[in-house]
Nanobody, 124 residues
Framework: QVQLVESGGGLVQAGGSLRLSCAAS????????MGWFRQAPGKEREFVAAISSSGGSIYDTYSVKGRFTISRDNARNTLYLQMNSLKPEDTAVYYC?????????????????WGPGTQVTVSS
C-alpha cells in the first residue's frame, strides 16, 4: 500500500510559478512510476506528466511541455512538479499518483494509488 499527500498548491497570478510536492509512504517508492494529473471544474481528469522509476519523463505535450518539469527524490520519497509561466487554464486540482509498474504511462486507469489533490488557481 502506498499513501500519497500533495502540497504546494495555492493562488498565483498568470506568469507566476509554483512547485507541487507529493510525499509518499511505503518502501516501494523508488520502484514505482509516478504521475501528475489534474482536473478542472466540469472536466475530466487529464494527464500532466509522469516519471519512471529510473527518472525518464513524459509530458502532455500540448498543454504543459516546456513550462512544467516533473522530478523525483527517491531518498526523500517525494515527487515534484515545477510549474512555470502559469496560465489561467492551468487552474485545477492537481493529483499525484503511483503506478505499481516502473514504467511511466499516460492513462489514469494505469495508476494504483492516488493522493487527495491540491488546488492550484491561476488568476488573470
Amino acid at each position: 500500500q502506498v499513501q500519497l499527500v500533495e502540497s504546494g498548491g495555492g493562488l498565483v497570478q498568470a506568469g507566476g510559478s509554483l512547485r507541487l510536492s507529493c510525499a509518499a509512504s511505503g518502501p516501494t517508492f523508488r520502484r514505482n512510476a509516478m504521475g501528475w494529473f489534474r482536473q478542472a471544474p466540469g472536466k475530466e481528469r487529464e494527464f500532466v506528466a509522469a516519471i519512471s522509476s529510473s527518472g525518464g519523463s513524459i509530458y502532455d505535450t500540448y498543454s504543459v511541455k516546456g513550462r512544467f518539469t516533473i522530478s523525483r527524490d527517491n531518498a526523500r520519497n517525494t515527487l515534484y512538479l515545477q510549474m512555470n509561466s502559469l496560465k489561467p487554464e492551468d487552474t485545477a486540482v492537481y493529483y499525484c499518483a503511483a503506478n505499481k509498474s516502473p514504467l511511466a504511462t499516460r492513462g489514469a486507469w494505469e495508476y494504483d494509488f492516488w493522493g487527495p489533490g491540491t488546488q492550484v488557481t491561476v488568476s488573470s
